[in-house]
């Protein structure tokens, strides 16, 4: 049977990458990222194939119902927080914790009559400048949550690395230092690192560490592949070549005619397009691997298919598979050559995407 696209995700090796995050985290507890539809690879089933950590973090309130509704009872994290009293009683019925990077949400929570007791994570920006108190406004912030009637459940505190993913910049050395001054003499628990920081072990003294690609088997890194870091990579994108024809020397493939055949070529239609989130922009020669080998795409990537040259290899036929990441070809390879990171191409899978755990 000539199967469809479908993105087929691998429980083994998402539990193979939270351990090997957790060797690298040594003793931190892991916070798994699963916001953006646990980056492309279905939120549920993969909190659900994610039994053994210690909370899940989303970014938005109706991620955190979408998991409650399906039974996840581990602490989740609202990375975002909430932005109005009724998601604040959303937050705390279905036992939320939240994350407080701003002034507005301090009146929230000072203004619910609640009683509600919540974990608060409050963010100081140490110098993203994207959600964060600055460490000047940082300590009267504390206080006001300190302050709060009732009591807070439990304060912890977290910042945000920008340039974690390239090792060598000492932004990331400024940012780790700017929080430890402004942490310096309270004891909460604390979280720095994300993915690119847990592996280049930032976290060190951290109560908790917050890693998304890394969990999915990806690099953060440029240089460096999931495997490279002893990854495996979770989300294989699979489907099927639909027609094989002989292209003349000298004709073009697909819309704008921008790949020209410069012999008589074979040519495999694949079901996938930019209807199914592959990037429209993927350049003539990106690898796609039809039955398990590398031919290059050639022509523009329509809504529901991409062309390939398979002239090299002459068993291509209807019905065999093709592979547009995973196993055998990184994610990271795709999105070098789209001029885009992995979590684009990740999250970007479209929900006509069937998900298929394994
Ligand atoms: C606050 C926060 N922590 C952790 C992460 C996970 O980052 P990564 O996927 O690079 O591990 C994100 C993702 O953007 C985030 O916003």
């Keep these: 049977m000539t199967r469809l696209i479908r993105a087929v995700i691998d429980a083994g090796a998402l539990r193979h990458n939270v351990r090997t995050i957790r060797e690298r985290a040594r003793g931190a507890r892991v916070m798994a990222v699963v916001k953006a539809n646990a980056y492309g690879h279905g939120l549920v089933p993969t909190a659900l194939a994610l039994a053994d950590v210690d909370a899940f973090a989303v970014a938005r309130l109706e991620e955190g119902l979408a998991l409650r509704a399906q039974g996840v009872s581990q602490p989740i994290v ?134 998304g690609l890394a969990l999915y088997g990806a690099s953060p890194f440029a240089d460096r592949t999931g495997a490279d870091l002893g990854l495996q990579p979770v989300m294989s994108l699979e489907t099927s070549v639909i027609a094989v024809r002989h292209v003349p020397r000298g004709e073009t493939v697909g819309y704008g005619g921008t790949w020209q055949a410069r012999r008589d070529s074979r040519v495999a239609i694949v079901a996938a397009g930019y209807g199914d989130g592959l990037a429209r922009g993927l350049p003539n020669g990106t690898p796609v691997l039809i039955d398990g080998r590398r031919a290059p795409l050639c022509g523009r990537v329509s809504m529901d298919m991409i062309a390939v040259d398979v002239t090299e290899l002459p068993g291509v036929q209807v019905g065999t598979p093709a592979v547009l990441w995973g196993k055998g070809l990184p994610v990271e390879e795709v999105a070098r050559h789209a001029g885009t990171i992995p979590y684009e191409l990740l999250c970007g899978v479209s929900q006509r995407v069937p998900i298929e755990l394994r």
């Design 78 to 211: 609202l990375l975002e927080g909430v932005f109005a009293a009724e998601q604040l009683l959303e937050a705390a019925r279905y036992g939320f914790d939240l994350v407080v990077h701003d002034a507005l949400q301090i009146e929230i929570l000072e203004e619910d009559p609640g009683p509600h007791r919540f974990v608060l994570w409050v963010k100081i920006d140490t110098g993203m400048n994207r959600l964060g108190f600055r460490p000047g406004e940082f300590p009267a912030a504390l206080e006001r949550l300190r302050s709060l009637k009732p009591a807070p459940l439990e304060i912890r505190l977290l910042t945000h690395l920008a340039r974690a993913d390239e090792p060598d910049d000492a932004m990331t050395a400024e940012q780790v230092a700017r929080f430890r001054e402004a942490i310096r003499g309270l004891d909460y628990a604390i979280s720095i690192a994300n993915s690119a920081g847990v592996l280049s072990e930032l976290h060190l003294g951290c109560d908790w560490v917050r890693p």
